[in-house]
């Protein structure tokens, strides 16, 4: 048993999440719930939540929890893996077939923990908790490798003349309270419970274009000009969230949960590349100021006990994310969760999910999730949950490093009659045609609850 929860605080401690390119590099990637009971039903539990982690989806899911001492630990361990492609033309410029030119697969990590006590006052309990989780996560990790157009038979690759990168990691994350209340003397039970979180985080974004010494030594006469930008960003704020719960019968509860829209204050710190990258470094700090916000939400949940011998839970939410607030050119976004949960022998909880979104910059971008997992009591007072999810979408994207630049004649303008010493057949010229990205994202959430 010892070696069983160290094993699970080992996980907890040091686990894994990897995330999109595409939303690392602008509005940031949204965590889901660290609590795996609840992403193993979807992410629903608005209604009929467990666990402390419930609160970040509604605060009066405190006040549900039992009188006395809790704590949960949870984190996850993700992999994102991303393909970018472009089309290929025959001669009679039809698309004939995709042909992939970068395949990155990459993870990072966060951590979560939430601690909550209560009391009972005849028919009423009062609960104050405490939380630390991340909001926002910018991690994000992009290469690309650049080679000639010489001929690659006999199993070999053409000369790599450049590497692309760009390199994102960071995180806002919210450290806060809540306090919710519990009453019995209105229906079955009736709960409302308020959030106030500080938030605050940090970002080092880089992208980078490196020449190799093969590049520099095809062309000699003059210096080919890596390329290099990173920007440090710091933000911090407030977020207000509150929540309310009802129980109407011992098999159906609603409930509602609203998220402020909140305005970070943003300082970003930006430098530029001095000529040549790894000898000179980078220039010159760049410092302004201004705001990052995150989009205020409606959700509302229904939880559904029906009347079977075995314990059996359904959670259903939807949610508006009102994207609007913080873009004009955003549309407000659609959000919905269902979940399941039966119990096997009464200990065993086995559960369902899916979770369905879009992305506010393109509607017709979905993210269609399905999930899954289990609980189990580790000791006592000890649970284990445990959730699995995996997430697959394809969109079009601008190329992240247009090829013209790696045409070395544009960057000869001392010689006009320079021709190019990099490329033999086809000179890169900036493509007009979308890539396309095929996204995946597999992960594994585990969450360790403890009762006093």
């Known amino acids: 048993m010892r070696t069983t929860l160290s094993i699970l605080c080992l996980l907890l401690a040091a686990n894994i999440a990897a995330y999109s390119l595409w939303e690392a590099d602008g509005l940031g990637n949204f ?11 979807g992410d629903a539990g608005t209604a009929g939540g467990q666990g402390l982690f419930s609160l970040l989806l509604n605060p009066a899911n405190l006040g549900a929890q039992p009188a006395g001492l809790h704590v949960q630990l949870g984190g996850a361990l993700l992999m994102d893996a ?7 033309f025959d001669s009679f410029d039809s698309v ?4 992939t030119y ?23 309990t009062v609960q104050l908790g405490l939380h630390h989780a991340p909001v926002v996560n910018f991690d994000a990790r992009y290469e690309e490798e650049v080679r000639t157009d010489d001929n690659s038979d006999y199993n070999s690759y053409p000369p790599l003349i450049a590497w692309n990168e760009i390199d994102s990691e960071g995180a806002i994350t919210a450290t806060g309270g809540t306090l919710s209340l519990q009453s019995r003397s209105l229906l079955d039970w009736f709960s409302v419970g308020v959030s106030v979180e500080m938030l605050s985080g940090e970002r080092t ?24 930008r990173k920007t440090d960003t710091e933000w911090d704020g407030m977020r207000f969230r509150g929540g309310l719960q009802c129980q109407l019968n011992d098999r159906v509860a609603l409930a509602l949960a609203y998220t402020a829209k909140a305005e970070l204050d943003q300082t970003l710190k930006t430098r530029t590349l001095v000529q040549p990258l790894y000898s000179e470094g980078y220039g010159n700090v760049v410092e302004t100021d201004g705001e990052y916000i ?9 939880h559904y006990q029906p009347r079977n011998f075995w314990r059996t839970h359904v959670n259903f939410d939807v949610e508006l994310v009102q994207w609007s607030g913080v873009d004009a ?4 976004a659609w959000r919905w969760y269902v979940g399941i949960e039966h119990s096997v022998w009464q200990t065993t909880p086995l559960r369902l999910g899916f979770r369905w979104e879009t992305s506010p910059v393109d509607d017709s971008v979905a993210m269609p999730t399905i999930t899954g997992g289990a609980g189990f009591p580790l000791m006592a007072g000890v649970n284990v949950d445990v959730a699995l999810h995996y997430t697959q979408r394809s969109y079009h994207a601008t190329d992240l490093f ?3 630049y790696y045409n070395d004649v544009t960057h000869n303008t001392a010689d006009p009659a320079y021709e190019s010493r990099l490329w033999n057949y086809t000179v890169p010229a900036d493509r007009d045609e979308l890539d396309r990205v095929d996204e995946s994202l597999l992960g594994l959430q585990v969450s360790l609850s403890y009762h006093f």
């Not at 965590?31 to 039903?41: I, Q």
């Not at 990459?106 to 028919?123: D, H, I, K, P, Y």
């Not at 050119?329 to 407000?332: A, I, L, R, T």
Request: no cysteine; aromatic share 10%; hydrophobic share 40%.
């Open 329 to 332: 050119g955003f549309d407000d």
């Open 96 to 99: 004939v077939d995709e042909a």
């Open 31 to 41: 965590s889901l719930s660290p609590d795996a009971r609840t992403a193993a039903m």
């Open 82 to 88: 991303d393909k970018r492609s472009i089309p290929l």
């Open 402 to 404: 247009p090829d013209g």
């Open 102 to 124: 970068a395949d990155n697969t990459n993870t990072w990590s966060e951590f979560s923990l939430a601690a909550a006590w209560g009391r009972s006052f005849g028919l009423h």
């Open 205 to 228: 974004w880089e992208r980078r274009v490196v020449w190799t010494e093969a590049a520099r030594d095809s062309v000699q006469t003059f210096i080919l000009p890596d390329q290099a």
């Open 294 to 302: 995150l989009p205020g939400s409606v959700r509302l949940g229904v």
